[in-house]
């Protein structure tokens, strides 16, 4: 096996676990995944040339999945942020569902504590 097929290799070994994290939300296996992949990156790149159109199709489908999962996860995050900044806010509503499917909404009200001194 040559230089550039084992690096790619371990390349897809690296992408199809971040693949997984993503899906698993797994932001600490992430933290230790991306610089490993930049790393081998790096090493591979000068190698670039030497892979066949195949292997460099498979990779782009491999990065494309793994952009098309980061997109998504920061999507749910930001709609996880926005959510929770609503439920903060005084007077919001709470948007559920009850127990036909149909949108309930509860209103928040700001809670008091009394006291005592």
């Known amino acids: 096996m040559t230089d550039e097929r084992a690096l790619l290799d371990d390349l897809h070994a690296l992408l199809t676990r971040e693949k997984a994290a993503l899906r698993a939300a ?20 000068p190698m670039i040339a030497a892979l066949d159109r195949h292997a460099l199709d498979s990779l782009r489908h491999a990065l494309d999945e793994v952009n098309r999962l980061s997109l998504a996860s920061l999507s749910g995050l930001s709609a996880a942020q926005a959510r929770l900044e609503a439920l903060r806010r005084p ?22 504590v009394e006291r005592r001194g």
Do not use: H, N
């Not at 797994?26 to 790149?45: C, K, M, Y």
């Open 26 to 45: 797994d932001f600490g296996a992430l933290a230790t995944l991306v610089p490993a992949i930049e790393a081998l990156s790096q090493r591979l790149s």
């Open 91 to 112: 007077g919001g509503d709470l948007k559920t569902y009850d127990a036909d499917g149909r949108i309930a909404c509860v209103t928040t009200t700001i809670a008091s």
